[in-house]
């Protein structure tokens, strides 16, 4: 099923070929719509994934801080989200045709 990321009224990523995890979908890196998606110096870490870094999202001028996370060099059991983005903080996914 085609997802979408949607904020303040913008499509930030859409593809039909998302990765799920602990109920959050991960999309491609190359279905972000890229002028929206700025790097954070914000990291966290999973025990089993990895790493964490974050994009702040801007649409309008208006940004919201770390809204998007993606691992840039998961652990072995999560090499399925590696070059995969996911989103939080207010950003709504959603199937396409909703």
Same mark, same amino acid.
């Not at 279905?31 to 025990?47: I, K, R, Y």
């Given at each position: 099923?085609?997802? /979408?990321?949607?904020?303040?009224?913008?499509?930030?990523?859409? !593809? %039909? %070929? +998302?990765?799920?995890?602990? @109920?959050?979908?991960?999309?491609? $890196?190359?279905?972000?719509? @890229? #002028?929206?998606? !700025?790097?954070?110096? +914000?990291? !966290?870490?999973?025990?089993?994934?990895?790493? $964490?870094?974050?994009? +702040?999202? +801007?649409? %309008?001028? #208006?940004?919201?801080? &770390?809204?998007?996370?993606?691992?840039?060099?998961?652990?072995?059991? $999560?090499?399925?989200?590696? &070059?995969?983005?996911?989103?939080? /903080? @207010?950003?709504?996914? #959603?199937?396409? %045709? $909703?």
């Amino acid at each position: 099923m085609a997802m /979408r990321a949607v904020w303040n009224g913008q499509v930030l990523a859409e !593809s %039909d %070929d +998302t990765v799920v995890v602990e @109920g959050n979908h991960y999309f491609p $890196a190359e279905s972000l719509n @890229g #002028e929206f998606f !700025s790097a954070s110096e +914000t990291h !966290s870490v999973c025990p089993w994934k990895g790493l $964490a870094s974050y994009y +702040t999202v +801007t649409v %309008d001028g #208006e940004a919201n801080s &770390d809204a998007a996370w993606y691992y840039p060099q998961p652990k072995a059991e $999560a090499e399925h989200v590696r &070059d995969h983005v996911a989103f939080w /903080r @207010g950003v709504k996914v #959603e199937p396409v %045709d $909703a």
